[in-house]
């Protein structure tokens, strides 16, 4: 007899997919002012956090995914 119960994904390769899809947002917005060089007024602006903050967010969003792909919960 085979067990029909739906297998779940963990929470954490929802939060990688959260992660990566806010840190893709972040990223573009960052590399489109850093390309058309958008003046602001902001303290630290030169240091591009948006650019910095949006790459990280996507780098741990991809490797939530990667990590968690296969895996399953009862």
């Known amino acids: 007899m085979t067990d029909h119960t739906p297998k779940m994904k963990p929470i954490w390769f929802f939060v990688g997919v959260i992660l990566l899809v806010m840190g893709a947002v972040i990223l573009g917005s960052g590399v489109?002012?850093?390309v058309r060089?958008?003046?602001s007024n902001k303290v630290l602006s030169?240091?591009?956090a948006a650019v910095w903050w949006g790459g990280l967010m996507t780098a741990f969003g991809l490797l939530f995914v990667w990590l968690n792909r296969k895996s399953t919960v009862d």
Do not use: S
Request: charged residues 20%.
């Open 37 to 39: 060089h958008v003046e």
């Open 32 to 34: 489109y002012d850093l």
């Open 46 to 48: 030169h240091l591009h």
